[in-house]
């Protein structure tokens, strides 16, 4: 199993510019999640998804969109990227069955570190 | 409204000795508390994690110690080795309700250990 893999690991991007991250798991987990981290910030979660067809807005959701077309991808767009959106964005994704041993646990991709000039 | 509190931001521990991370939370619906690791490079990984009907967890070098009065919980790594220099995020959640989902990250810790 690959867990939770991220396109593109890097990209830069100059100001007005879109892009989509891509985000796939193979562990058919029913929750999936945007975070970004930036120095001394922790992660800090953008938009999430609890289920096919549903997502919802995080802490951070300015900026951004997200889709959940298929149970087992989860798109971020950025539609006119901005210097603040400089940032390592990390999906994860977790079962959802938070009374199951396990259940709580997020599983996180490698990362896409996005530069925004 | 920052709900997790970590400390301290960086932390330089001798190989062998004893790293210790501490996180206060404020939201007492909060009842699973993880400790998530991060190597450079990487995605952070889940760690260790606790409940609050215990109030300590161990597996190997790793111990949870929670307190569930002061709203407090920490992370011990014994005989700390230069393998453990990383990054470590606490975190909680509610497991049931609105805002189940969601995962509260502290600000994270810069660990070091230096032979």
């Known amino acids: 199993n690959a867990g939770v893999t991220q396109t593109p690991k890097f990209r830069v991007l100059k100001t007005g510019q879109s892009m989509t991250l891509l985000c796939a798991q193979d562990m058919n987990h029913e929750y999936m999640y945007w975070y970004r981290q930036d120095p001394g910030m922790g992660l800090r979660l953008i938009h999430y998804s609890v289920g096919e067809g549903t997502t919802a807005k995080g802490e951070v959701p300015d900026g951004y969109n997200v889709s959940r077309l298929k149970k087992q991808n989860f798109l971020l767009g950025l539609e006119s990227a901005a210097p603040s959106q400089t940032s390592v964005y990390f999906c994860?994704?977790?079962?959802?069955?938070?009374?199951?041993?396990?259940?709580?646990?997020?599983?996180f991709g490698p990362g896409t570190r996005l530069t925004v000039l | 409204q920052q709900q997790v509190k970590q400390s301290p931001q960086s932390l330089i521990v001798q190989k062998g000795g004893i790293s210790i991370i501490n996180c206060a939370y404020e939201n007492t619906a909060f009842d699973y508390f993880p400790w998530y690791q991060q190597f450079p490079g990487k995605g952070p990984a889940l760690l260790i994690a606790?409940?609050?009907?215990?109030s300590e967890k161990k597996e190997g070098r790793f111990t949870i110690s929670f307190n569930k009065s002061a709203k407090q919980f920490s992370l011990h790594i014994m005989d700390s080795q230069p393998g453990d220099s990383a990054t470590y995020f606490c975190a909680a959640k509610k497991d049931s309700g609105a805002g189940s989902y969601q995962l509260t990250f502290g600000k994270g810790t810069k660990l070091s250990v230096i032979p």
């Open positions: 606790i409940r609050p009907d215990v």
């Open positions: 994860a994704s977790s079962s959802g069955h938070t009374r199951l041993a396990g259940g709580n646990e997020q599983f």
